[in-house]
């Protein structure tokens, strides 16, 4: 793509500061570049992973407060199919309550239709994907790839604390389903961000601390973006 000497300058100076950031927005530029020779705009898409309690949902809310993002959580998609009348509710309500995953289809066509249905181009898809399946299937039923995947890393006492603390009445904040919950984090979920991190796009976070100073982690990376 063309390359002016000015980005140039900026990414260097980022990459000077934060390597992570300097490379993210070149890659960014490249992007935008090549969009705009094609002249298409196709939805810039955040994966935000971590294990549960990690902060995510969190977070989300603040970016999409301060940087204009949709917020598609797909817990809360799931949740919402689980409590409606259809024919997949009890199957859900089973797997969430034994800490799985629920088959890929499902997820990805809940997501799908969401993404569609937002007027927003600007997307945040919180929970997803968790595993190699999820990915793959949301690879073939949208077409696209996240833009970014931000990673929440949380130690394990601190996810298990917050969870208990949570409060919200959900199936699967007790302890014995929070085990499991950590062991389907460990198996499936780190693949998909080691897979990521191989293409450069994950950008990872320490997730302990205030969720304001957690934030202020976050916002260079948002504030960076020209989207
Ligand atoms: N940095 C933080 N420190 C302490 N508690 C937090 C922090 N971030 C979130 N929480 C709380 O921990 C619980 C889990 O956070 P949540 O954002 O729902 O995590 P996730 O979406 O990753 O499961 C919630 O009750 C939330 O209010
Ligand atoms: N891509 C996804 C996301 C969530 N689920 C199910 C399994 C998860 O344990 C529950 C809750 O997910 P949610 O992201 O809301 O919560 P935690 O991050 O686990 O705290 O939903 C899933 O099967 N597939």
């Given at each position: 793509p063309p390359v002016d000497t000015k980005w140039l300058e900026v990414c260097g100076t980022l990459y000077y500061r934060n390597c992570e950031v300097g490379i993210f927005v070149y890659s960014r530029y490249c992007f935008l570049a090549k969009e705009g020779a094609s002249n298409q705009r196709s939805p810039f898409i955040t994966f935000v992973l971590g294990g549960p309690g990690s902060g995510k949902g969190t977070q989300c809310v603040k970016i999409a407060e301060t940087f204009g993002f949709a917020h598609l959580s797909a817990g809360d998609l799931l949740r919402k199919e689980m409590s409606?009348?259809?024919?997949n509710r009890a199957m859900i309500w089973d797997i969430i309550k034994e800490g799985k995953i629920v088959p890929s289809e499902i997820t990805v066509n809940l997501i799908r239709r969401a993404i569609e249905s937002s007027k927003n181009h600007k997307i945040l898809i919180d929970g997803?994907?968790?595993s190699d399946e999820n990915r793959i299937a949301f690879e073939r039923i949208v077409g696209v790839e996240p833009d970014l995947v931000l990673f929440f890393d949380c130690p394990e006492e601190e996810m298990v604390k917050r969870v208990l603390n949570?409060?919200?009445?959900?199936?699967?904040?007790?302890i014995e389903t929070i085990k499991k919950r950590l062991k389907v984090f460990e198996k499936l979920n780190l693949p998909v961000i080691n897979h990521y991190s191989a293409k450069g796009k994950v950008y990872k976070i320490?997730?302990?601390?205030t969720a304001d100073e957690i934030f202020e982690k976050v916002r260079p990376l948002f504030a960076s973006l020209s989207i």
């Open positions: 409606s009348d259809n024919e997803f994907p968790r949570r409060n919200q009445g959900r199936i699967d904040d007790n320490n997730a302990e601390g």
